[in-house]
């Protein structure tokens, strides 16, 4: 069983930045990729950034490359996503994932365990 809570959402204004929080609890996770997903009103669930655990490989969609960083704390089990120059059209539901693959995923099916989401609505 793995827990995982987000954390730092909010509302930001166009161009402004946030960093989002996912600390993974009840099992430890040498063998697992961290995964960031987004999922907009009325559109399905779209795959954001992803890290292996060791912190070496990481994966992004190709249109948030550069303003989108993924990273993670092993000593507290924490992963994160630092969003910049971030556009209205990016309001969502920003949702973190585990799965027990030690390389980056891209695709929703290959995870196992799912956080809540946290929201982040960006104004024009």
């Known amino acids: 069983q793995v827990h995982l809570v987000e954390s730092g959402g909010g509302l930001v204004q166009a161009g402004g930045s946030l960093r989002l929080s996912c600390v993974a609890s009840?099992?430890?996770?040498?063998?697992?990729?961290m995964g960031w997903f987004r999922q907009a009103p009325g559109k399905e669930r779209e795959f954001v950034a992803a890290i292996g655990w060791s912190g070496v490989s990481t994966a992004y969609a190709d249109s948030l490359k550069g303003r989108f960083t993924i990273s993670i704390y092993n000593a507290k089990n924490t992963v994160y996503l630092q969003m910049n120059s971030l556009k209205p059209e990016e309001t969502a539901v920003y949702y973190c994932?585990?799965?027990?693959?030690?390389?980056?995923?891209?695709?929703?099916?290959?995870?196992?365990?799912w956080g809540q989401g946290t929201q982040v609505t960006v104004s024009s």
């Open positions: 009840g099992r430890t996770f040498s063998s697992y990729t």
């Open positions: 994932a585990a799965a027990l693959l030690t390389s980056p995923m891209t695709t929703t099916s290959g995870y196992n365990y």
